[in-house]
């Protein structure tokens, strides 16, 4: 069984993490680099490996790896040799691993709540690209351009979850903030190359219908529904008010667990490579509540949210869980 099957088996919903890149910069470590938190797995893992465990103290059922930016190409460029840059994206997993053992070995931290797992992020070709395209789509890259973009990435991540001596069997892809169809069904189709694992496939959405590139969410779920591997499909960096709708839109057409991650709501400046304008909601973690009652079952928390907002989240899911209802 998929490590979120067996949670929601036993929980109402499952939570997942929060910002990464936010909380690194709120601890006051300097992101601003095209290769993002990655530049921190570079030089500074333990920071990195600290918030993956203030996560899962704050509630989180799987934390996601900060592989999001990590790509060979992407390292290469930075001098380092391609042993090197498979080794580096390898490490985010072992970071990750290695916070939710150190978590998990104190029984106090299992009240209520079944092991973390480890989601190894699959960030989009557009992150690559580090000029906000993740939001924006068409690339012009065929199917088969994509999977091969995709492959030795996830090829290191899925060795680096196989280990035995880091956990084999608990790591799955979080494959997040795909602007397009086509790069969804580019690693639906690669993942058969890497039968025993699974993934979730999470679009970035431009208004309550249409993920980025446009095409209505709803069609994108139905194109999945039928892979196997794929346990979630669902949303994330995106506003928190085009959720609801956009959950109601994927749920008719699945029956996998729809999980969402929204971002504060606030718009991003490539240029810039920052946030501009107000969060959509007042209070994220109680926001979450109407995702959960419009059907999400993994719910948690993109860029700009916190440990504060997930463990908000984790209050009111277990909450739900002690009263016994699903
Ligand atoms: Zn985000």
Partial sequence: ???????????????????????????????????????????????????????????????????????????????????????????????????????????????????????????????????????????????????DFHRSRMKALVEAGADPSTGSGQVMLACETIPSLIEAQAIAKLLKEFPNITAWISFSARDEKHISEGQAFADCVKELEDHLQIAAIGINCTSPKYIPSLIRAGKEQTRKPILVYPNLGESYDAAKNDWDGRPAVESFGDEARIWYDAGARLIGGCCRTTPEDISVIAGWVRDVSLRGGH
């Fill in 1 to 147: 069984m998929n490590p979120i099957a067996s949670i929601l088996e036993h929980h109402p919903a499952l939570v997942i993490d929060g910002a990464l890149a936010t909380e690194l910069e709120r601890r006051g470590y300097d992101l601003n680099d095209s290769l993002w938190s990655a530049k921190i797995l570079l030089e500074e893992p333990e920071a990195i490996k600290q918030i993956h465990y203030d996560y899962f103290k704050a509630g989180a059922d799987c934390a996601i790896t900060a592989s999001y930016q990590a790509t060979i190409e992407g390292f290469t460029k930075r001098g380092l040799n391609k042993k090197e840059a498979i080794d580096l994206i390898k490490k985010s997993v072992k970071l990750a691993i290695e916070a939710r053992d150190e978590f998990w070995a104190d029984q106090n931290n299992h009240a209520g709540r079944s092991k973390p797992f480890i989601a190894a992020s699959v960030g989009p070709y557009g992150a690559f690209l580090a000029n906000g395209e993740e939001y924006v789509g068409n690339y012009g890259l065929s199917e088969k351009e994509l999977m």
